[in-house]
């Protein structure tokens, strides 16, 4: 199996988590959370791949978590969230937070975020219910699913569409990648 095909395996359930963050501590956050929250993510079934700053607002920090089927996102949850990484962590990442429950809970309309085309910027598109544009390399809709790990929130005022183009659009937001975000 190559890493595009096991990338695009993790794009069935996606969360796209957006925090605001007290001002000046993005980075701080962005340090604990590539140094102590991302491999123990991994080993308990979720996929990191998107981890970025907005570039339009200097306190939000975005990122992107996929999981293989809802009962997959429940069981990864479950054991990183009553694990000891983020136990011995939570604090201090709660510290830098504002609000941590701006997320959406979406499903693949197009499939994409494994291998974007060619070129550099992200952007990424949350509207009403709407057809991609051509420009779009991945796109996503509200999951309708329930949430079923309620001890973190996900937005239920939608549905929304997602996208992630190369290209800004009047409604894009601007996303600069981390150093360990995989989608680039």
């Excluded at 359930?13 to 007290?22: D, F, G, I, P």
């Excluded at 491999?39 to 996929?47: L, S, V, W």
């Amino acid at each position: 199996m190559t890493f595009s095909e096991l990338f695009s395996e993790f794009e069935t359930v996606v969360e796209l988590r957006r925090y605001t963050l007290h001002p000046g501590r993005r980075d701080e956050l962005i340090e604990l959370f590539e140094r102590e929250f991302v491999e123990p993510q991994e080993a308990a079934g979720a996929h990191l791949f998107g981890l970025f700053r907005s570039r339009a607002c200097p306190d939000e920090f975005v990122w992107l978590r996929g999981f293989r089927t809802m009962s997959e996102r429940k069981a990864a949850l479950e054991e990183f969230y009553f694990g000891p990484a983020w136990k011995a962590h939570r604090s201090a990442a709660n510290e830098t937070m504002i609000d941590s429950d701006n997320v959406l809970l979406l499903r693949p309309v197009r499939r994409g975020l494994a291998s974007p085309p060619p070129g550099t910027g992200v952007h990424v598109t949350v509207s009403p219910p709407a057809p991609p544009p051509e420009s779009a390399f991945a796109a996503f809709e509200t999951e309708p699913a329930p949430n079923d790990f309620p001890q973190l929130p996900v937005r239920t005022d939608g549905p929304f569409s997602v996208w992630f183009s190369r290209m800004p659009s009047a409604s894009s937001v601007e996303l600069s990648p981390t150093s360990r975000s995989l989608l680039r």
